[in-house]
């Protein structure tokens, strides 16, 4: 465990810091220090160890909206426990009050980040994830915690550089007194979901901006890449098709489509968004596969786990079981399942990453 | 509308336009001219005296076979205009394509010269490396006038064999792309050490400038960027800009799920009891 940042004691707390196993003790109990931190186009979800060993997460969705600022909105925000802030003479609700308060409003929820990355269009990005972040994280249990963040590999189909987003967020969680390390998303499905594989398989996140892929043996990651499409693409896709706003795909996609049977027009749009989504990642998995050098050789066959947001539709695994027995996938496949949180499995691998450090 | 308009606009779609410079191209120096008007009016009046000469139906009839053959002609006219415009649509979707193709042909033709640039340049390198093995080859030859050299500069055969040897390793290994073996024999003559250092930096650069042409070249690392600065604003405590807000007051929803412990123990398992 790397104690290096955790040399100093937290002011203001009760707590010992043991330099030796990067635990804090508060009055009665030990806590595992280090947080996994996902950080998605779609939702922000932390990740800690509590005193009983357990996990606990915290998830908050990655948006913000503008209203009109007056003194009766700002009390009427209060009193509902409604998250504002006040910027630019304006308010700005945040998080999953936003998303709902654009339903009602009848508008579109802003959003700080764009296919998997800080979004280069949206000014606003910056102080508003700094907000959500400091929100879901919480205070750090000792100076430079360890955060494990995740981030999107290159992407095969955009023409994408994570440098900057990665520096940016490092620095961000720097000013929380936090230290920030940087982890593939996929890779953090692996350490979550296939610990019973010895960490060898393949760990699929299907995300609001992205869908990152990762093949690894024995916890090292052999191949990483990711694909510009996500539940945005198929959410601007078929209110396209419909003529609806976005945000309202997204609340139709959200509310319980199974899309084995979709039972209307605009749920036969999500299925067929979702079957191309799933068909055009394991194509491309596989033509990595075929094409990549110094590819394991798995002798044995090896699970593909699920997990994020996207995949928490219904009937998402069937439907990706179906999409993958029309293809002739290069290695031997055993399981194909999605993970039981699959909305916090990115933030969980990056908590399994930061409980065991460098 | 009545028919006698609906044949002229029949007539009017199913034409088309040339000039009289296209005419005399076709060899046609005259041409008879006939009005659509006229034409509608004869097609109208057979169609009338054909009906009317049989007496088999009354006039009612008659106006009624017109209304219909009207309606009848109007959607074949529809129809034919519909084909038209889909035919338009593929002419127009194929001439994009044909387009694509040239573009693609024209990068393909950026790639080759490219290529055929890049295998100048090793052809080069090559040359550049006979050059350097020819020039310590005469080294070894007796020279007519003294040449400056390094102290203790006696030309041992030995040393001269090995000297050959490594730069016959240099080329082999800028053929095939590897790093350069390292060398450290004991009792090397410092003029022979510092010829191989030079030829081995000139090959270097010549590599590194290769390399770079073929964009698989190691850039030199520079210093991490600090973002710090675009943070000042949310996290300068002084700061009278700092966003007024009900977070702290309001708690973000947590949920406890399954622990971890079961991961962590396979994972320090695997990195061998840590």
């Known amino acids: 465990m790397n104690t290096d940042d955790r040399n100093e004691e937290w002011d203001g707390h009760d707590t010992t810091t043991d330099e030796t196993t990067g635990t804090t003790t508060g009055a009665t109990t030990e806590v595992a220090l280090g947080k996994g931190l996902d950080i998605g186009t779609a939702n922000l979800a932390a990740a800690e160890q509590d005193e009983s060993g357990g996990v606990t997460v915290t998830v908050e969705r990655n948006a913000f909206l503008d209203i009109d600022a007056d003194a009766y909105s700002k009390n009427m925000l209060t009193k509902l426990k409604v998250p504002y802030v006040v910027h630019n003479n304006g308010l700005v609700v945040i998080g999953e009050s936003a998303f709902e308060l654009a339903n009602v409003f009848g508008k579109e929820t802003r959003r700080p980040m764009s296919d998997g990355l800080i979004s280069p269009n949206e000014v606003d990005a910056l102080p508003m994830m700094t907000m959500i972040i400091e929100k879901v994280l919480g205070k750090p249990r000792a100076q430079g915690e360890a955060v494990y963040f995740s981030v999107p590999a290159e992407s095969l189909d955009v023409d994408n550089n994570v440098v900057y987003h990665q520096g940016l967020f490092e620095s961000l969680l720097g000013k929380l007194g936090y230290t920030g390390k940087a982890l593939n998303e996929a890779h953090a499905v692996v350490f979550s979901e296939l610990a019973e594989n010895d960490f060898s398989g393949i760990g699929l996140s299907f995300g609001g901006g992205m869908a990152n892929a990762c093949v690894a043996y024995k916890s090292i990651p052999c191949l990483s890449f990711s694909v510009a499409r996500g539940g945005d693409w198929i959410d601007s896709n078929v209110a396209n098709v419909l003529g609806i706003r976005r945000s309202k795909a997204t609340l139709l996609k959200e509310r319980g489509v199974d899309i084995r049977d979709p039972k209307n027009r605009e749920e036969e749009a999500i299925a067929i968004y979702y079957r191309n989504l799933i068909s055009y990642l394991l194509e491309n998995i596989k033509a990595r596969f075929e094409h990549g050098q110094n590819m394991p050789n798995f002798n044995e066959p090896v699970d593909i786990a699920c997990a994020g947001g996207t995949s928490l539709v219904g009937g998402f695994i069937e439907v990706f079981r179906d999409e993958f027995a029309k293809i002739d996938f290069p290695i031997p496949i055993g399981r194909i399942f999605r993970a039981d949180e699959a909305l916090t499995s990115v933030a969980r691998g990056c908590l399994v990453a930061a409980a065991i450090g460098d | ?274």
């Open chain 2, 1 to 274: 509308m009545d028919s006698f308009t609906d044949v002229k606009e029949a007539l009017v779609a199913r034409s088309t336009v040339a000039s009289i410079d296209d005419l005399k191209s076709q060899g046609r120096s005259k041409v008879k001219v006939i009005k659509a008007e006229h034409i509608a009016a004869m097609v109208r009046e057979a169609v009338e005296n054909a009906v009317a000469g049989t007496g088999m139906i009354s006039r009612e009839e008659v106006d009624m076979l017109v209304e219909r053959s009207r309606e009848e002609f109007r959607d074949i006219v529809a129809e034919r205009e519909q084909q038209l415009t889909r035919l338009r649509d593929a002419v127009t979707q194929l001439e994009e394509i044909k387009v694509e193709r040239v573009r693609l042909q024209a990068s393909l033709q950026d790639v080759l010269a490219e290529r055929n640039s890049l295998r100048d340049e090793l052809e080069h390198s090559a040359t550049r490396i006979a050059e350097l093995e020819e020039q310590l080859a005469n080294q070894t030859a007796p020279a007519p006038a003294p040449v400056a050299a390094a102290p203790s500069s006696d030309m041992d055969p030995s040393l001269v064999m090995k000297l050959m040897t490594e730069v016959a390793e240099l080329k082999a290994n800028m053929s095939a792309g590897t790093p350069q073996p390292q060398q450290a024999g004991p009792g090397a003559d410092e003029g022979i050490t510092a010829a191989i250092d030079k030829l081995a930096g000139t090959l270097n650069d010549r590599l590194e400038k290769f390399g770079r042409k073929m964009g698989i070249s190691s850039a030199v690392e520079g210093q991490q960027v600090n973002f710090d600065a675009l943070f000042e604003k949310e996290f300068d405590q002084d700061s009278s800009q700092k966003l007024e807000s009900n977070m702290d007051s309001v708690q973000a929803k947590k949920k406890q799920e399954g622990g971890i412990s079961a991961n962590l123990e396979r994972l320090r398992k695997l990195k061998g009891g840590g």
